[in-house]
């Protein structure tokens, strides 16, 4: 690898370079959101039941297991490599609500962290895990 491209990048993303970095960006980003913000929701699930609910979703109950769910085990699937585009769709989504509909009326500096971690889902939805993951192991497989 020259080092003009390992400065400035070059034309090819295939790289094990970048599969390291999709590496340590899944384990980084997986473990943060699962440890930080979805282990610690399951004893709090029926104060997560009631902001759900007081957001104006239906089945309330049901919608915040989803989203402990998506936050703890999602995540963890995007850790591993595992059906990351899927689990990066659904963590998505979940930023998405929290960032435009929990925080919406918040300044920036509140739903910042909501931000980031939505654009992150996006990079997984649209990069997937990158050839060092269980997703690539099984699609070899083919």
Known sequence: MA???LLFGGG???TIIADLG?????????LAMAFNHGLGKFAK???ITGMVGGMGFPLPGVFAWLLVLTEFVGALLIAVGLLTRPASLA????MAV???VKHGPDP???????????????????????????????????
């Open 3 to 5: 080092i003009k491209e």
């Open 12 to 14: 090819r993303f295939n």
């Open 22 to 30: 999709l590496l340590i960006g899944r384990l980084g980003f997986g």
């Open 45 to 47: 699930i029926d104060m």
């Open 91 to 94: 963590l998505g989504v979940a």
């Open 98 to 100: 929290a960032f435009f």
């Open 108 to 142: 920036f500096a509140d739903k910042e962290l909501a931000f980031v971690y939505l654009v992150i889902s996006v990079v997984f939805m649209l990069t997937g895990a990158g050839k060092l993951s269980i997703d690539s192991l099984i699609h070899r497989g083919k």
